[in-house]
């Protein structure tokens, strides 16, 4: 029997499925196994179900009629002919705009320069004084989003599970609206709807260099509607009465930390009975004074997604208690102190230890210290709202009594998402590098694809989630996340086409000038997401910002494609430059601008003509040819070298395919391999050339070196950080330098996950498990064995299903075992030479034999067989 493991709507893979904006939502589902084709049933509100037929299994057209603002029912597939049909699920389209309430606000101004409390927000109701018999309510929705961060209480009891709500958007062009379904949580009589609320990234301080206050506006607002449903085919909009008090929490801050005081508690404040007479009157502001748009997630929200325990506890000589995760997170602590009333407990945070200490300095101004003043009651629990820090390490001052098991857990919080890839080997530290590449993901996907999440800082640099979106699209269902923050990529992008470094753009002093391989993710990255899922839906949303990233390019080169003057990032954080000017590199910047021209220019070519815009596609493959043209008389001798005559700048071009013949190709190749093993087989590369460089080298013709590079572990390599005993990607190289300190300069962090995209290679190469179409319609199974590893294997949950590639040497025995989700076709280019095979559907084993010793990392393969009945289709 067919088993229906997935189903989702559009692209948001696991996500939100009440709320939703679009009217006739795609469907796309996962089954255990193949069939003719899928039939899905919809059961409207107060209507008999439906049924119709599946138009695919990925990104199908909704078959029903089309939602109207509010309706939804229950959605269920099946394999046609199918017995049984999968459990519903809830599809709701939400106000579509439809806004009655306005903003009501407990501060509309507040003093800039000091860390301001939270606040908190109550409305009490009578459902009968609506008219509303809650025993005949059939169905009750909250629609809330802020000004600020909030969470929400009814009836005592917290709505959603959502953290840092409504998250980080460009709030001048879009707010997200968070959906609730409170259905069972009304009553008869009084009902009291209450919000915590503070300021985060509305008008909390934001951006480094000292950063700003009031960026989107003075004030912190709720804005909520209460609708109810009844079963007689009432719908009523609950008019809500607002008013405001002072909150436990003294000061929240998403960089400094919170301050929360549990003696100013107010026990019973969000429930019936509670006595608010000293309460006042909250501001009202009316909505359409504010021009943002009121929009859905598009993906899941902020969560807490584990729970850790501490892995060694110290008792220090000052008194505080030091705790060690294991594991640097982007997060908060959770504690249960048993104290008398009064007593002051904080919290500090770092992601390393410096000299015995807590390793503070990189937080810049990021403080970072979360303080609690106990209230003396059994049972006391504190972990704070509406803050947020990265850390592996932890020291609790004021702790009162012994620290007991439970006593003191950190909460590792961050953007829910599906995870999708997984990769193993047999070499330990390889796979400790694949794990940091994975935490450093989760810890920076708060919210937004951010650069790190503990410092004065956690902004989306562009440049950063250019070169990690394939590694970002591989670990994790990453669209949803991006979607959205694609759309504020193109609401910042200035009217000529310039993108800003970071999305949103806060001006907090760094240049903001057109920027190669920064400005470029606006073509990069939806590409990538098409790439990854076959959807053009994001093609064509993002296409007129992709334009005119291009044209804008083109403007500054004068249409000659050279793009030679302007303020360039370029190699950025190249290991050479020096501590405190990480931009210096050695390979030329305006090398770098050029390629990264080409190759957008030919992206938006390729993207011109899947959407139908012919001529569109003849004027950007034009530009990419001029663009070519213009790196090649500029960065290429008619030998072959290459400008700067770096790892990078050969790597760029060998890449990116910018030579003019196969004989320059080969001199490049030579003088990389030359480069890179004269360099012994150490990382030279920064931001730009460490996502491309082990492909450089594989086209250069010598996995071997690839292999080398990839398994260094002296400063600099990937596996340094390993060796020092890190959980996740630094931003520099040598972020703590081999005695220990941290690096002197100011901009150093233990949790970026740029130099991290090599992670893509790993799967694509070593393991072997690579698309060969957009959405994984075509998969390319090629591992390349080498470097003593015994073992590799990779998976990717695609979109139709699970694809894998494992292979295994043991002794002079070779077996690869691949795995073709239904609806692809594989092929299997087997190591060693020989024709390629293809293969459907199902799980396939090939065996070779081969010679096998410690000091033959790439082993010559002496002849392959498929044994019978190794190949198993499906």
Known sequence: MTEITELWLEN???????????????????????????????????????????????????????????????????????????????????????????????????????????????AAFDLAASGVDAERVSRARVYATAHGVYELELNGDRVGDDRLAPGWTSYRSRIRCQTHDVTGALRAGENVVGAWLADGWYRGHIGFDGGLWDIYGPDVALLLQLEVHTDDGRHVIVPLSWTAHASPITAAGLYEGETYDAQQELDGWSAAGFDASSW??????????????????????????????????????????????????????????????????????????????????????????????????????????????????????GWQGDLLPGDVEALVIHTDMVRTGTFETSHAALDQLHSNVVWSMRDNFVDLPTDCPQRDERVGWTGDIQVFAPTALRLYAA???????????????????????????????????PTAAWGDAAVVVPWEMYLNDGDTAVLEAQYPSMRAWVDLIDRL????????????????LDPLAPPDSPGDSHTDRYLVATAYHVKTARILAQTAELLGEHADADRYRAIAERATTAFQREFISASGRVVSDTPTSIAVALVFDLFENEAQVARAGERLLHLVGHGGYKIATGFVGTPIICDALVLAGSMDHAYHLLLQDQLPSWLYPVSMGATTIWERWDSMLPDGTINPGDMTSFNHYALGAVVDFLHRVVAGLAPAAPGWSEIRFAPRPGGGLTHASASYDSVLGTARCAWRRDGGAFTLDVEVPAGARGTVVLPGGGDAIDVGPGRHRFEAECRSADDDPEPPFIGWRRPQPAAVEA
């Open 12 to 122: 948001r893979r696991g996500g939100i499925t009440i709320g939703i904006d679009e009217d006739a939502p795609r469907l796309s589902l996962v089954a255990d196994g193949g069939v003719d084709g899928f039939e899905a049933r919809f059961e409207a509100d107060g209507a008999e179900a439906v049924s119709a037929r599946l138009d695919g299994t990925h990104l199908a057209p909704w078959p029903f009629a089309a939602l109207a603002p509010r309706a939804g029912g229950l959605l269920s597939v099946r394999a046609v002919g199918g017995e049984s049909w999968s459990a519903p699920v809830r599809v709701e389209r939400g106000l579509a705009g439809d806004w009655r309430s306005d903003f009501v606000s407990p501060s509309v101004s507040a003093p800039q320069g000091n860390v301001r409390p939270a606040h908190l927000l109550r």
């Open 479 to 513: 669209h949803g996340t991006l979607t959205g923050w694609l759309r504020d990529l193109a609401a910042e992008q200035w009217p000529d086409g310039h993108v800003p470094q970071f999305v949103p753009w806060v001006e907090c002093g760094f240049p903001n000038f």
């Open 280 to 397: 006042v009157a909250a501001t009202t502001l009316e909505r359409t004074r504010f021009d943002a748009g009121i929009e859905a997630p598009t993906a899941l929200p902020v969560r807490v997604i584990e729970t850790l325990a501490p892995a060694t506890v110290e008792r220090r000589a000052d008194g505080r208690i030091r705790l060690d995760f294991g594991q640097n997170i982007s997060g908060v602590l959770r504690i249960r102190p048993r104290a008398e009333r009064g007593r002051v407990i904080r919290l500090h945070h770092a992601e390393v230890i410096e000299n015995g200490e807590l390793g503070t300095r990189p937080l810049r101004a990021a403080t970072s210290i979360d303080t609690y003043t106990c209230r003396g009651v059994e049972g006391e629990t504190y972990a704070p709202r509406f803050t947020i820090h990265g850390f592996q390490y932890a020291e609790i001052e």
């Open 557 to 572: 080169t004068e249409h000659t494609g050279l793009w030679n003057h302007g303020f360039q990032l370029g190699d950025w």
